[in-house]
C-alpha cells in the first residue's frame, strides 16, 4: 500500500531563517506531487506542483521553491522566511491515469508558525 | 471567476437532516472530481468520487453536472460526526494538477 510522509509537524521559525520541508512517499512510482498552503481559516492554495524527478510548476509567486530530488522525494524551501508563510502546508500526492488524475492523498501536515 | 468555488457556510443543522452541498467549476474539459472532507487542523480525506452517472456511498450521494458545470454532494439523515469542511475537488483540464475550492463548512447539533 501507498502511504506518505511528511515532517516535522510542527515548526517555529523566527523571520528570515531558513526553511526546508521534506515529503516522501512510499509505495508508488512516478506519482504526481503537490505542496499546498493552507492559511487559518482558509482554503487550500496550490504552491507547486511535479510530475517528475526536476520537474517543478509554480503556481503563486513567492518566496518559497520546491525541489524534486527523487522520484518520491519533495522538498519546500525557502531562504528567508516572513511572517506570511505561516500556514498549515501539506504535502499530497496523486496518480495521472489516462484522461484524468486519481484522488490526491495528504500527508499530516506541517503547522508552520513564523515569529 | 475562480476555477472552483463553494458556499463557504457554515451549515449549522439539526441532527437527522439532510444537507446539500453544491460546488461549480470553470474549466468544461475538466474530468476527475472529488469531495474531500477536512476536519479542524488535519489534513484533507478523499471522502468520494465523484463519476458522471452519480454515485453513493451510504447516506452520502454526489452528482455531476456537466453541462453546467458543477458538482454536488448531499448528506442525509446528518450525524454529529459529519461536522468537518467539505472540499470540493477539480482535475484541470485532463491535466496533472488538482484544484481545491475553499471550502464548506458543516456543523451538525443536537
Known amino acids: 500500500s501507498q502511504t506518505i510522509h511528511q515532517w516535522p509537524a510542527t515548526l517555529v521559525q523566527p523571520v528570515g531563517s531558513p526553511l526546508s520541508l521534506e515529503c516522501t512517499v512510499e509505495?508508488?512510482?512516478?506519482?504526481?506531487l503537490y505542496w499546498y498552503r493552507q492559511a487559518a481559516g482558509r482554503g487550500l492554495q496550490l504552491l507547486f506542483y511535479?510530475?517528475?524527478?526536476?520537474?517543478i510548476s509554480s503556481e503563486v509567486p513567492q518566496n518559497l521553491s520546491a525541489s524534486r530530488p527523487q522520484d518520491r522525494q519533495f522538498i519546500l524551501s525557502s531562504k528567508k522566511l516572513l511572517l506570511s508563510d505561516s500556514g498549515f502546508y501539506l504535502c499530497?500526492?496523486?496518480?495521472?491515469?489516462?484522461?484524468?488524475?486519481?484522488?490526491?492523498?495528504f500527508g499530516q501536515g506541517t503547522r508552520l508558525t513564523v515569529v | 471567476r475562480k476555477e472552483v468555488e463553494q458556499d463557504p457556510g457554515p451549515f449549522n443543522v439539526p441532527e437527522g437532516a439532510t444537507v446539500a452541498f453544491n460546488c461549480t467549476y470553470s474549466?468544461?474539459?475538466?474530468?476527475?472530481f472529488f469531495w474531500y472532507r477536512q476536519d479542524c487542523r488535519k489534513e484533507p480525506k478523499l471522502l468520494m468520487s465523484?463519476?458522471?452517472s452519480g454515485n453513493e456511498d451510504g447516506r452520502f450521494t454526489a452528482q455531476l453536472n456537466r453541462a453546467s458545470q458543477y458538482i454536488s454532494l448531499l448528506i442525509r439523515d446528518s450525524k454529529l460526526s459529519d461536522s468537518a469542511t467539505y472540499l470540493c475537488?477539480?482535475?484541470?483540464?485532463?491535466?496533472?494538477?488538482?484544484?481545491f475550492g475553499t471550502g464548506t463548512q458543516l456543523k451538525v447539533e443536537l
Open positions: 499530497a500526492w496523486s496518480s495521472f491515469q489516462g484522461a484524468g488524475n486519481t484522488e490526491a492523498f
Open positions: 509505495g508508488t512510482s512516478n506519482p504526481n
Open positions: 511535479s510530475v517528475g524527478i526536476g520537474q
Open positions: 474549466n468544461s474539459a475538466s474530468q476527475s
Open positions: 465523484v463519476y458522471s
Open positions: 475537488v477539480v482535475n484541470k483540464g485532463g491535466g496533472n494538477k488538482l484544484t
